[in-house]
């Protein structure tokens, strides 16, 4: 079974742009103009990747996207941003709201392949190695892909999940922010690190319940981010 992917986009010259060359790749595509369609479409549809453009009519993308990651059949579909150059402001926005990624008009066939593959990769969870990691009160299980502080179970989105995961699993190692894109992001990223950073702000802030492990997601000056080999790992 293929890969159906949804475009909420209102330019046409894009949509078929999109849609040309994700069939392509045979990933089956549906499309929606406008906000309020594309809400509609992704719950009644539940495809497996949004991409989803800012500037919509009706109801923009950041809204979009907010209503999507608040209602729970849809809250774990991965969404890819399509941004104009100006729009700096409401990437960070839509990062922080759930977003998986974003693409910045105009790009490249190539990349936005790439982009796609690389996000549905990470997306799939029959990838994830099976058993626990225990880290003080964190516990991860990998083969529910699930996060619990306590017997509190954590909402993370697939992004801060693999974060979490790569830190917990390589305790004390420091990563760049370039290979943090590359591990978990699933490319060579070219442009902004910033993506990285909001992730990591969006983990901490999720982890705060258990300060001992929020605060061991240390940010190396200069170079990236490590989990702190303070914290005690034992593996069940």
């Not at 999507?68 to 729009?87: H, N, R």
């Not at 901490?204 to 000056?221: F, G, M, P, S, Y």
Request: aromatic residues 6%; contains cysteine; hydrophobic residues 40%.
């Amino acid at each position: 079974m293929t890969d159906k992917i949804l475009i909420v986009e209102d330019e046409m010259s894009i949509r078929e742009l999109l849609k040309f060359n994700l069939q392509k790749e045979r990933y089956t595509v549906v499309e929606a103009e406008d906000g309020i369609t594309g809400v509609s479409l992704a719950k009644s549809l539940l495809p497996d990747l949004i991409l989803l453009d800012l500037m919509l009519p009706g109801m923009d993308g950041l809204d979009v996207c907010r209503t999507l990651k608040s209602y729970q059949a849809t809250s774990g579909i991965p969404i890819i941003m399509l941004t104009a150059k100006g729009e700096e402001i409401d990437k960070v926005i839509g990062l922080e709201l759930g977003a998986d990624d974003y693409l910045t008009k105009p790009f490249s066939t190539r990349e936005l392949i790439a982009r796609v593959k690389a996000v549905l990769r990470r997306s799939h969870k029959d990838s994830q190695p099976d058993g626990e990691l225990v880290i003080g009160r964190l516990k991860l299980n990998f083969s529910r892909y699930e996060v619990y502080i306590g017997n509190e179970k954590l909402e993370l989105t697939p992004k801060e999940y693999e974060l979490l995961k790569l830190f917990a699993t390589n305790v004390g190692k420091v990563f760049s922010r370039e290979q943090l894109l590359e591990k978990v992001w699933g490319y060579e990223y070219y442009g902004d690190t910033r993506t990285v950073d909001v992730h990591v702000r969006h983990l901490r802030a999720k982890l705060a319940n258990d300060a001992v492990i929020a605060d061991a997601i240390e940010t190396v000056r200069g170079v990236g981010y490590r989990l702190s080999d303070a914290a005690t790992v034992r593996k069940s």
